[in-house]
Protein backbone atom coordinates (compact mmCIF):
# COMPACT_ATOMS: atom_id res chain seq x y z
CA UNK A 1 0.00 0.00 0.00
CA UNK A 2 1.84 2.97 -1.14
CA UNK A 3 -0.78 5.58 1.16
CA UNK A 4 -0.63 6.25 4.40
CA UNK A 5 -3.31 4.22 6.28
CA UNK A 6 -5.96 5.33 7.91
CA UNK A 7 -6.81 4.50 11.21
CA UNK A 8 -9.60 4.57 13.28
CA UNK A 9 -8.78 5.05 17.27
CA UNK A 10 -11.97 3.79 20.18
CA UNK A 11 -11.37 5.06 23.58
CA UNK A 12 -12.48 5.75 26.87
CA UNK A 13 -13.60 8.81 28.42
CA UNK A 14 -10.71 8.95 31.15
CA UNK A 15 -7.85 8.02 28.25
CA UNK A 16 -9.01 11.56 26.81
CA UNK A 17 -8.46 12.72 29.78
CA UNK A 18 -5.35 11.75 30.78
CA UNK A 19 -3.79 12.65 27.54
CA UNK A 20 -2.69 9.27 26.50
CA UNK A 21 -5.52 9.32 23.53
CA UNK A 22 -4.16 12.71 21.70
CA UNK A 23 -0.23 11.59 22.40
CA UNK A 24 -0.65 8.65 20.33
CA UNK A 25 -3.13 10.30 17.76
CA UNK A 26 -0.45 13.12 17.44
CA UNK A 27 2.63 10.74 16.89
CA UNK A 28 0.72 8.75 14.20
CA UNK A 29 -0.21 11.87 12.32
CA UNK A 30 3.20 12.62 12.74
CA UNK A 31 4.44 9.81 11.01
CA UNK A 32 2.01 10.84 8.33
CA UNK A 33 -0.58 8.17 9.04
CA UNK A 34 -4.81 9.11 9.08
CA UNK A 35 -6.67 9.14 12.17
CA UNK A 36 -9.76 9.65 13.10
CA UNK A 37 -11.40 9.18 16.30
CA UNK A 38 -14.56 6.89 16.96
CA UNK A 39 -16.68 10.15 18.04
CA UNK A 40 -15.95 11.49 14.49
CA UNK A 41 -17.45 8.50 12.68
CA UNK A 42 -21.09 9.66 13.59
CA UNK A 43 -20.49 13.49 12.92
CA UNK A 44 -22.46 13.49 9.90
CA UNK A 45 -25.40 12.08 11.83
CA UNK A 46 -29.13 13.50 11.45
CA UNK A 47 -29.82 13.85 14.82
CA UNK A 48 -26.76 13.79 17.29
CA UNK A 49 -28.40 13.44 19.75
CA UNK A 50 -30.38 10.02 18.92
CA UNK A 51 -27.90 8.11 17.14
CA UNK A 52 -28.40 4.19 15.80
CA UNK A 53 -24.55 3.72 17.02
CA UNK A 54 -24.60 0.18 15.79
CA UNK A 55 -25.59 0.19 12.43
CA UNK A 56 -23.44 3.26 12.04
CA UNK A 57 -20.63 1.54 13.09
CA UNK A 58 -20.81 -1.29 11.55
CA UNK A 59 -20.97 0.49 8.06
CA UNK A 60 -18.10 2.73 8.82
CA UNK A 61 -15.46 0.34 10.38
CA UNK A 62 -14.78 -1.50 7.19
CA UNK A 63 -13.74 1.72 5.58
CA UNK A 64 -10.44 1.68 7.31
CA UNK A 65 -7.43 0.15 6.89
CA UNK A 66 -6.62 -0.42 10.76
CA UNK A 67 -8.47 0.09 14.38
CA UNK A 68 -6.31 1.20 17.40
CA UNK A 69 -8.52 0.18 20.62
CA UNK A 70 -6.87 2.04 23.41
CA UNK A 71 -8.17 -0.45 26.70
CA UNK A 72 -7.61 0.82 29.74
CA UNK A 73 -8.06 -1.58 32.93
CA UNK A 74 -10.10 1.21 35.01
CA UNK A 75 -12.77 -0.82 35.40
CA UNK A 76 -12.97 -3.74 38.40
CA UNK A 77 -15.04 -7.12 37.28
CA UNK A 78 -15.65 -9.87 39.62
CA UNK A 79 -14.98 -13.10 38.36
CA UNK A 80 -15.95 -16.76 39.87
CA UNK A 81 -13.75 -19.73 38.54
CA UNK A 82 -15.22 -22.63 40.05
CA UNK A 83 -15.36 -21.78 43.81
CA UNK A 84 -13.18 -18.86 43.96
CA UNK A 85 -13.86 -15.35 43.41
CA UNK A 86 -11.17 -12.98 41.81
CA UNK A 87 -11.18 -8.93 40.81
CA UNK A 88 -9.77 -8.17 37.83
CA UNK A 89 -9.60 -4.71 36.07
CA UNK A 90 -10.71 -4.64 32.71
CA UNK A 91 -11.51 -2.71 29.57
CA UNK A 92 -14.39 -0.79 29.47
CA UNK A 93 -17.47 -3.24 28.09
CA UNK A 94 -18.21 -1.05 24.72
CA UNK A 95 -14.61 -1.26 23.86
CA UNK A 96 -14.61 -4.76 24.42
CA UNK A 97 -17.89 -4.78 22.14
CA UNK A 98 -15.86 -2.50 19.62
CA UNK A 99 -13.08 -5.01 19.40
CA UNK A 100 -15.02 -7.61 17.96
CA UNK A 101 -16.78 -5.56 15.63
CA UNK A 102 -13.49 -4.46 14.07
CA UNK A 103 -12.14 -7.72 13.71
CA UNK A 104 -14.75 -8.70 11.85
CA UNK A 105 -14.77 -5.55 9.74
CA UNK A 106 -10.76 -5.35 9.27
CA UNK A 107 -9.33 -8.66 10.11
CA UNK A 108 -7.26 -9.81 13.10
CA UNK A 109 -4.06 -8.77 11.75
CA UNK A 110 -5.06 -5.32 11.48
CA UNK A 111 -6.54 -4.64 14.78
CA UNK A 112 -4.44 -2.99 17.50
CA UNK A 113 -4.78 -3.06 21.22
CA UNK A 114 -2.96 -0.26 23.21
CA UNK A 115 -3.44 -1.16 27.11
CA UNK A 116 -1.86 -0.75 30.46
CA UNK A 117 -0.21 -3.56 32.06
CA UNK A 118 -2.90 -4.35 34.63
CA UNK A 119 -6.23 -4.50 32.69
CA UNK A 120 -7.35 -8.43 31.67
CA UNK A 121 -7.92 -9.57 28.37
CA UNK A 122 -10.73 -12.32 27.90
CA UNK A 123 -9.96 -15.64 26.67
CA UNK A 124 -11.30 -15.49 23.30
CA UNK A 125 -8.36 -12.86 22.30
CA UNK A 126 -5.45 -15.28 23.90
CA UNK A 127 -3.78 -17.30 20.75
CA UNK A 128 -3.12 -20.71 21.89
CA UNK A 129 0.79 -19.34 23.33
CA UNK A 130 -1.39 -17.62 26.28
CA UNK A 131 -0.13 -14.07 24.43
CA UNK A 132 -2.51 -11.99 22.71
CA UNK A 133 -4.21 -13.32 19.43
CA UNK A 134 -4.14 -9.57 18.08
CA UNK A 135 -1.30 -7.27 18.06
CA UNK A 136 -1.25 -5.92 21.63
CA UNK A 137 0.87 -2.86 22.66
CA UNK A 138 1.80 -2.04 26.47
CA UNK A 139 2.27 1.44 28.25
CA UNK A 140 2.70 2.68 31.92
CA UNK A 141 -0.11 5.00 32.43
CA UNK A 142 2.71 6.31 35.52
CA UNK A 143 5.05 7.14 32.25
CA UNK A 144 4.20 9.71 29.61
CA UNK A 145 7.64 8.27 28.01
CA UNK A 146 5.59 4.73 27.61
CA UNK A 147 3.01 7.07 25.49
CA UNK A 148 5.22 7.87 23.32
CA UNK A 149 7.27 4.50 22.57
CA UNK A 150 3.81 3.03 22.28
CA UNK A 151 3.15 4.69 19.34
CA UNK A 152 6.10 4.58 17.69
CA UNK A 153 5.64 0.40 17.98
CA UNK A 154 2.26 1.06 16.47
CA UNK A 155 3.57 2.96 13.47
CA UNK A 156 6.34 0.48 13.05
CA UNK A 157 4.02 -2.31 12.99
CA UNK A 158 1.84 -0.52 10.50
CA UNK A 159 4.55 0.37 8.45
CA UNK A 160 6.19 -3.52 8.26
CA UNK A 161 2.59 -4.30 7.40
CA UNK A 162 2.39 -2.47 4.49
CA UNK A 163 5.87 -3.00 3.34
CA UNK A 164 6.80 -4.35 0.10
CA UNK A 165 9.81 -6.72 1.48
CA UNK A 166 9.18 -9.93 0.41
CA UNK A 167 10.08 -11.95 3.19
CA UNK A 168 6.94 -9.67 5.42
CA UNK A 169 4.51 -10.29 2.24
CA UNK A 170 4.90 -13.51 1.71
CA UNK A 171 4.36 -13.74 5.68
CA UNK A 172 1.11 -11.49 5.76
CA UNK A 173 0.01 -13.58 2.24
CA UNK A 174 -0.03 -17.13 3.45
CA UNK A 175 -1.51 -15.93 7.23
CA UNK A 176 -4.13 -13.58 5.99
CA UNK A 177 -6.13 -16.36 4.46
CA UNK A 178 -6.15 -17.92 8.00
CA UNK A 179 -6.07 -14.83 10.33
CA UNK A 180 -8.63 -12.70 7.85
CA UNK A 181 -12.41 -12.92 7.67
CA UNK A 182 -14.37 -11.91 4.32
CA UNK A 183 -14.43 -8.10 4.37
CA UNK A 184 -16.97 -6.39 3.18
CA UNK A 185 -16.81 -5.42 -0.51
CA UNK A 186 -16.50 -7.06 -4.13
CA UNK A 187 -12.61 -6.49 -5.02
CA UNK A 188 -11.03 -9.77 -4.51
CA UNK A 189 -14.27 -11.29 -6.60
CA UNK A 190 -13.63 -8.91 -9.26
CA UNK A 191 -10.04 -9.88 -9.36
CA UNK A 192 -10.50 -13.45 -9.52
CA UNK A 193 -12.94 -12.80 -12.73
CA UNK A 194 -10.60 -10.66 -14.40
CA UNK A 195 -7.44 -12.65 -14.15
CA UNK A 196 -9.82 -15.43 -15.50
CA UNK A 197 -11.80 -13.73 -18.10
CA UNK A 198 -9.58 -11.48 -19.63
CA UNK A 199 -5.86 -11.97 -18.45
CA UNK A 200 -5.82 -16.13 -19.26
CA UNK A 201 -8.09 -15.68 -22.08
CA UNK A 202 -5.78 -13.30 -23.38
CA UNK A 203 -2.93 -15.79 -23.57
CA UNK A 204 -4.07 -18.41 -24.08
CA UNK A 205 -3.97 -18.37 -28.22
CA UNK A 206 -1.89 -15.30 -28.11
CA UNK A 207 0.77 -16.85 -29.83
CA UNK A 208 -1.27 -17.83 -32.99
CA UNK A 209 -1.78 -14.42 -34.08
CA UNK A 210 -2.97 -10.78 -33.02
CA UNK A 211 -5.78 -8.94 -35.10
CA UNK A 212 -3.58 -5.31 -34.99
CA UNK A 213 -6.86 -3.81 -36.17
CA UNK A 214 -9.64 -5.68 -33.94
CA UNK A 215 -12.28 -5.54 -37.17
CA UNK A 216 -10.07 -6.73 -39.84
CA UNK A 217 -9.81 -9.97 -40.32
CA UNK A 218 -7.46 -10.14 -42.40
CA UNK A 219 -4.68 -8.27 -40.05
CA UNK A 220 -3.67 -11.12 -37.85
CA UNK A 221 -0.69 -10.84 -37.20
CA UNK A 222 1.83 -13.78 -35.32
CA UNK A 223 4.48 -12.40 -32.51
CA UNK A 224 6.82 -14.37 -30.72
CA UNK A 225 6.10 -14.95 -26.78
CA UNK A 226 9.11 -13.00 -25.52
CA UNK A 227 7.73 -10.32 -27.78
CA UNK A 228 4.10 -9.72 -26.26
CA UNK A 229 3.98 -7.35 -23.06
CA UNK A 230 1.00 -6.95 -20.93
CA UNK A 231 0.44 -3.64 -18.84
CA UNK A 232 -2.54 -3.77 -15.99
CA UNK A 233 -3.44 0.11 -15.14
CA UNK A 234 -5.33 0.16 -11.74
CA UNK A 235 -5.64 3.10 -10.36
CA UNK A 236 -4.87 4.75 -7.13
CA UNK A 237 -8.10 7.08 -6.78
CA UNK A 238 -11.05 6.20 -8.40
CA UNK A 239 -14.40 7.39 -9.83
CA UNK A 240 -16.86 7.53 -12.88
CA UNK A 241 -14.74 10.51 -14.26
CA UNK A 242 -11.99 8.66 -14.06
CA UNK A 243 -13.50 5.61 -16.17
CA UNK A 244 -14.43 8.44 -18.29
CA UNK A 245 -10.94 9.84 -18.71
CA UNK A 246 -9.13 6.16 -18.87
CA UNK A 247 -12.17 5.57 -21.69
CA UNK A 248 -10.81 8.71 -23.57
CA UNK A 249 -7.22 7.65 -23.72
CA UNK A 250 -7.63 4.23 -24.63
CA UNK A 251 -9.33 5.81 -27.79
CA UNK A 252 -6.21 7.29 -29.01
CA UNK A 253 -4.43 3.70 -28.59
CA UNK A 254 -4.73 1.03 -31.02
CA UNK A 255 -6.95 -1.21 -31.32
CA UNK A 256 -6.46 -5.41 -31.46
CA UNK A 257 -7.93 -8.84 -30.60
CA UNK A 258 -6.68 -12.13 -30.12
CA UNK A 259 -8.55 -15.29 -30.52
CA UNK A 260 -9.85 -16.76 -27.36
CA UNK A 261 -12.06 -19.93 -25.76
CA UNK A 262 -16.04 -18.70 -26.34
CA UNK A 263 -15.15 -15.32 -27.75
CA UNK A 264 -12.52 -12.82 -28.66
CA UNK A 265 -10.80 -10.95 -26.34
CA UNK A 266 -10.30 -7.14 -27.49
CA UNK A 267 -7.73 -4.89 -25.76
CA UNK A 268 -5.39 -1.70 -26.67
CA UNK A 269 -1.96 -1.81 -27.62
CA UNK A 270 1.29 0.21 -29.04
CA UNK A 271 3.98 -1.24 -31.07
CA UNK A 272 7.61 -1.01 -30.40
CA UNK A 273 10.83 -0.10 -32.64
CA UNK A 274 12.11 -3.45 -31.57
CA UNK A 275 9.27 -5.32 -33.09
CA UNK A 276 7.52 -5.81 -29.71
CA UNK A 277 4.13 -5.67 -29.14
CA UNK A 278 2.82 -3.79 -25.40
CA UNK A 279 -0.93 -4.61 -24.57
CA UNK A 280 -2.09 -2.54 -22.06
CA UNK A 281 -5.75 -2.82 -20.41
CA UNK A 282 -7.80 -0.86 -17.48
CA UNK A 283 -9.79 -3.25 -15.62
CA UNK A 284 -13.24 -1.03 -15.93
CA UNK A 285 -15.05 -3.81 -14.13
CA UNK A 286 -13.49 -2.38 -11.19
CA UNK A 287 -16.53 -0.12 -11.23
CA UNK A 288 -18.59 -2.63 -9.06
CA UNK A 289 -16.00 -1.97 -6.18
CA UNK A 290 -16.97 1.72 -6.65
CA UNK A 291 -20.76 0.74 -6.72
CA UNK A 292 -21.10 -1.33 -4.10
CA UNK A 293 -19.11 0.52 -1.91
CA UNK A 294 -21.70 3.35 -2.71
CA UNK A 295 -24.46 0.99 -1.58
CA UNK A 296 -23.08 -0.16 1.57
CA UNK A 297 -22.23 3.16 2.75
CA UNK A 298 -26.18 4.68 1.66
CA UNK A 299 -27.31 1.98 3.77
CA UNK A 300 -29.55 3.79 6.34
CA UNK A 301 -27.69 4.37 9.45
CA UNK A 302 -28.58 7.82 10.55
CA UNK A 303 -26.33 9.98 8.85
CA UNK A 304 -25.92 12.11 5.61
CA UNK A 305 -23.66 11.35 2.75
CA UNK A 306 -20.05 10.80 3.80
CA UNK A 307 -17.31 11.18 1.07
CA UNK A 308 -14.72 10.90 3.19
CA UNK A 309 -15.96 7.41 4.25
CA UNK A 310 -16.17 6.48 0.49
CA UNK A 311 -13.42 7.43 -1.06
CA UNK A 312 -11.19 5.57 2.06
CA UNK A 313 -13.40 2.64 1.01
CA UNK A 314 -12.91 2.61 -2.71
CA UNK A 315 -8.82 3.35 -1.59
CA UNK A 316 -8.93 -0.09 0.57
CA UNK A 317 -10.49 -1.91 -2.40
CA UNK A 318 -8.60 -1.09 -5.02
CA UNK A 319 -5.46 -2.39 -3.22
CA UNK A 320 -7.37 -5.67 -2.54
CA UNK A 321 -7.75 -5.66 -6.31
CA UNK A 322 -4.32 -5.14 -6.77
CA UNK A 323 -2.82 -7.44 -3.95
CA UNK A 324 -5.90 -10.65 -5.11
CA UNK A 325 -5.03 -10.47 -8.31
CA UNK A 326 -1.12 -10.27 -7.88
CA UNK A 327 -1.06 -13.87 -5.48
CA UNK A 328 -3.57 -15.22 -8.54
CA UNK A 329 -0.99 -14.60 -10.87
CA UNK A 330 1.96 -15.51 -8.21
CA UNK A 331 4.57 -17.65 -9.17
CA UNK A 332 3.29 -20.54 -7.76
CA UNK A 333 1.61 -20.73 -10.88
CA UNK A 334 -1.99 -22.76 -8.81
CA UNK A 335 -4.72 -20.35 -9.83
CA UNK A 336 -3.77 -20.56 -13.58
CA UNK A 337 -3.07 -24.30 -13.65
CA UNK A 338 -6.38 -25.32 -11.88
CA UNK A 339 -8.39 -22.53 -13.96
CA UNK A 340 -6.87 -24.09 -17.14
CA UNK A 341 -7.14 -28.10 -15.78
CA UNK A 342 -10.70 -27.37 -14.93
CA UNK A 343 -12.14 -25.04 -17.29
CA UNK A 344 -10.51 -26.56 -20.85
CA UNK A 345 -11.45 -29.89 -20.20
CA UNK A 346 -11.81 -30.35 -23.95
CA UNK A 347 -8.60 -29.97 -24.71
CA UNK A 348 -5.91 -33.05 -24.13
CA UNK A 349 -3.49 -32.89 -21.51
CA UNK A 350 -0.52 -31.69 -23.14
CA UNK A 351 -2.68 -28.71 -24.78
CA UNK A 352 -3.65 -28.04 -21.40
CA UNK A 353 0.17 -27.75 -19.98
CA UNK A 354 1.42 -25.81 -23.12
CA UNK A 355 -1.52 -23.15 -22.42
CA UNK A 356 -0.24 -23.11 -18.76
CA UNK A 357 3.07 -22.93 -19.70
CA UNK A 358 2.51 -20.13 -22.02
CA UNK A 359 0.64 -17.85 -19.69
CA UNK A 360 2.70 -18.40 -16.81
CA UNK A 361 6.01 -17.31 -19.01
CA UNK A 362 4.01 -13.94 -20.00
CA UNK A 363 2.67 -13.77 -16.23
CA UNK A 364 6.47 -14.56 -14.74
CA UNK A 365 8.69 -12.27 -16.77
CA UNK A 366 6.69 -9.38 -19.08
CA UNK A 367 3.22 -8.50 -17.06
CA UNK A 368 3.24 -5.68 -15.36
CA UNK A 369 0.87 -4.34 -12.71
CA UNK A 370 1.05 -0.86 -12.39
CA UNK A 371 -0.91 0.47 -8.92
CA UNK A 372 -0.20 4.30 -9.86
CA UNK A 373 -2.51 4.89 -12.62
CA UNK A 374 -0.31 8.23 -13.09
CA UNK A 375 1.74 6.33 -15.21
CA UNK A 376 0.03 6.35 -18.38
CA UNK A 377 1.44 4.76 -21.48
CA UNK A 378 2.72 6.61 -24.21
CA UNK A 379 0.21 7.40 -27.17
Same mark, same amino acid.
Given at each position: ??????? #???????????????? #??????????????????????????????????????????????????????????????????????????????????????????????????????????????????????????????????????????????????????????????? #??? =??????? /????????????????????????????????????? #????????? =??????????????????????? /??????????????????????????????? =???????????????????????????????????????????????????? /??????????????? =????????????????????
Amino acid at each position: MNRKANV #VIFSSGITEQNGILQV #VRDGLEMRGHQCMGWRELFSNANDSHNIALLPMLIKKIPTFDYALLICEGHDKTSMRRGKMSREYFTMRDNVLFEIGLCCMGIGLSRVMLLTDHDVRLPEDLLGPDGDAAIPRFMYDAKISESYRKAYQDIATYMELMDSTSKALSDYIYKTQDVLDPV #VVG =SASAIAC /SYATNFILRLLEHITEGIYLEANNPASKTVFDLSKIY #VTILIPEIF =SPAEIEESRHLFEQLNAGAVDAR /SRRVEFRYAMQKDGSIHIYDYPTNIVTAYTV =SKIILGLYADDTEDADAQERFVAKELDLFCVSLKRLLGKDHQFIAYTIQNFY /SRETEEIRNTIIERI =SDVVDHRLEIRTAYGNRPDV
